[in-house]
Each structure stands twice: as C-alpha cells, then as structure tokens.
C-alpha cells in the first residue's frame, strides 16, 4: 500500500505594489522567505518593517512594497 504525504502546513507568498510570478505555495517558511530574498534583491528594495504575528508576517519595503508570508 502506498501512502502519499502531504506537509501539515504549508506557506503561501504575496505582496501588494508588485506583481509577483512564478510559484507562491511552499512546503516551509524559509523557501517562501528565499524566494522573497530573491525577488527583494531583483528588485533592489529595502526591508523596513517586519510585522510578525506568529503564523504571519508582512515585510515593508522602503518604497511600499508589501510582502506576505503565511501559514496555511
């Protein structure tokens, strides 16, 4: 008998004031934080505030940008 598994969370990105493509659900909360590292970097923004509520957090940027990394 095969059993598949499936993670007992899983993270889901978004932002306002950017579009964002590719994937945005991920299976832990660093991958959605690289990914988000990595776009931040394409797009030469600055972190300024971290909102952090246990299961969700939203990053500031310096021009508006918002980032949103939740537990799902």
Do not use: W
Not at 24 to 46: C, D, H, P, W
């Amino acid at each position: 008998m095969n059993f598949l598994f499936f993670p007992e969370h899983f993270y889901t990105l978004g932002a306002t004031g950017i579009k964002l493509h590719g994937q945005s659900t991920f299976s832990s909360r660093q991958e959605a934080n690289k990914r988000m590292y990595e776009i931040i970097g394409k797009k030469k923004l600055v972190i300024k505030e971290v909102y952090d509520d246990k299961h969700f957090k939203t990053y500031v940027c310096n021009n508006g940008v918002k980032f949103y990394i939740n537990r799902v």
